[in-house]
């Protein structure tokens, strides 16, 4: 009886084999956060601008304070939108990327020596060990997903 491979929800195939992609879910890409900031500084200091010409000085200062906080927010965020983690097979090796905040980590794994578990409860992450190391992943992935991801990583260990 042959088995019957089914197809990978959250791989995608490339020239050397296969990958998973799995990145932060933002809705606003850094450019577009300081596109918006910017134009939240021009309308906020124009409106500041506009009252401190009538007489009310603080108004200023207090538009420059907000301005700070909301850019140190948005700097932030914007430092964590392009996290993700790669999972890949490069020449026998199951290689593992995960980048936060522009640091990027990376563990390789001979394809022969290594576990993959899936996580027990809801919150827990996929263990992978092997060569002495030991990697977190599907930390951008919903829960319900990660058993998925396991078993896919599995099946390409196996093929």
């Known amino acids: 009886m042959s088995q019957v491979h089914q197809p990978s929800r959250l791989a995608t195939p490339s020239v050397d084999g296969v990958y998973w992609l799995l990145r932060r879910n933002c809705s606003v890409t ?56 790669r999972i890949s097979f490069r020449q026998d090796r199951l290689v593992i990327e995960q980048e936060s905040a522009g640091c990027v980590q990376r563990c390789e794994f001979a394809r022969h020596a290594v576990q993959v578990e899936s996580p027990f409860g809801r919150d827990q992450l996929i263990e992978v060990r092997g060569n002495g190391q030991r990697v977190q992943i599907g930390r951008f992935l919903r829960a319900d997903l990660r058993p998925a991801l396991a078993r896919e990583i599995r099946i390409a260990l196996q093929d």
């Open 30 to 85: 850094p450019r577009q956060l300081m596109a918006m900031y910017l134009s939240l500084c021009g309308v906020s200091l124009l409106v500041a601008g506009f009252f401190w010409s009538q007489g009310a000085t603080l108004v200023l200062s207090f538009a420059a304070v907000e301005l700070v906080a909301v850019g140190l927010a948005f700097l932030v965020y914007a430092r964590h939108a392009t996290d993700r983690e």
